[in-house]
């Protein structure tokens, strides 16, 4: 019995040691960045700064793999498949780890078994629109406008995001704005500057410079935090404690991939994001910079976002299949 404990010690003592001087090595050849969008876009354009900068640093390139389709089921697939040895990785929307979980009956990868958190690396604000016959210019206001006159206020969306940032608005609200879909951002604002809908819920970098040039309102983020690129407008949580619910970008790698080499993409991304030249090419596209401390931090976070957007999708009964 001793001679097989020590054996096991010995294995496990040498599993570690090669474990540890993998991660000193790594990167020693070119990693694959999988965004599961089409070239072009603000999402596009995170991905291809974090990538260069990566290059930089590691001495070794860092391409991106463009993948879209499915809502980022193509590109999430491929990467839960890939070898989990760091060179492979996937940038993750909340949609790709806490949201189609619970809109697919039948999804080809698990996000919750098949990827190792890294990092939150943004989020895309997502902002409550007005055109500017809404009297309302606060969320109170806004509440109170439709408690007065129930149904009055049409609110368009164009994602899945949207949609259950929406449907939560309703529920923590105690409202019933009447949702109406639109395949795109820029179709949603048309719709708001023709009338056909009061309301929207749209990302940031979509409605801002609408709300600038004086053409439609911004009444409030739906996330945490107000942000560096138009700290004037106010977070709906100001108003609705621990509302916290919008668009946010990722990184993972397949799981089982070394923590030391999930703990150096960490650190790496991180000291990325932290750069000025960074933050400012990005906010310039509507892009606010986000961080995770550690992939320990990241992988609470997605528990949380998990728990909330579950609980709004099997509230409102959404289904994409």
């Known amino acids: 019995m001793r001679i097989q404990f020590g054996r096991i010690v010995a294995v496990a003592a040498c599993l570690l ?3 540890s001087a993998f991660a000193q090595t790594y990167p020693s050849r070119q990693i694959r960045l999988v965004v599961p969008y089409a070239a072009g876009g603000p999402a596009d ?24 389709g499915a809502n980022t089921i193509i590109g999430a697939e491929l990467v839960a498949k890939a070898d989990p040895d760091g060179y492979t990785l996937l940038m993750a929307i909340d949609g790709t780890l806490v949201m189609n979980p619970f809109l697919y009956n039948k999804l080809s990868y698990d996000p919750f078994k098949d990827f190792a958190p890294v990092s939150l690396i943004a989020k895309v604000p997502t902002v409550i629109e007005a055109n500017n016959s809404v009297t309302a210019n606060t969320v109170n206001e806004l509440i109170d406008q439709e408690k007065a ?3 009055s206020l049409l609110m368009g969306y164009s994602t899945p995001t949207s949609q259950v ?12 704005l009447t949702l109406v879909p639109y395949r795109g951002g820029t179709t949603q604002v048309t719709g708001l500057l023709g009338s056909e809908i009061q309301l929207g819920m749209e990302s940031v970098n979509v409605a801002l410079p609408f709300a600038r040039a004086g053409k ?34 990722s990184i993972v790698a397949p799981a089982k991939t070394p923590p030391e080499i999930v703990n150096k993409l960490n650190d790496e991304i991180v000291a990325v994001l932290n750069r000025d030249s960074v933050r400012n090419k990005l906010t310039t596209a509507g892009v606010e910079p986000a961080t995770s401390k550690s992939p320990q931090d ?10 909330t ?9 959404l289904k994409l299949d």
């Open 165 to 176: 940032t929406a449907e939560l608005f309703n529920m923590r609200a105690g409202i019933k």
């Open 17 to 19: 040691f090669a474990s």
């Open 298 to 307: 990241f992988a609470e976070f997605i528990r949380a976002q998990a728990a």
């Open 149 to 151: 006159k129930p149904g």
């Open 45 to 68: 354009l995170l991905g291809r700064v974090i990538a260069d900068e990566m290059s930089k640093d590691f001495g070794q390139p860092v391409f991106v793999d463009n993948r879209p």
């Open 216 to 249: 439609l309102k911004i009444i409030a983020l739906t996330d945490s935090e107000r942000i560096s690129l138009a700290p004037e407008i106010p977070t709906v949580a100001e108003t609705l404690p621990g509302f916290d619910l919008g668009i946010w970008q």
């Open 309 to 317: 957007r579950k609980k709004v999708i099997q509230a409102v009964g």
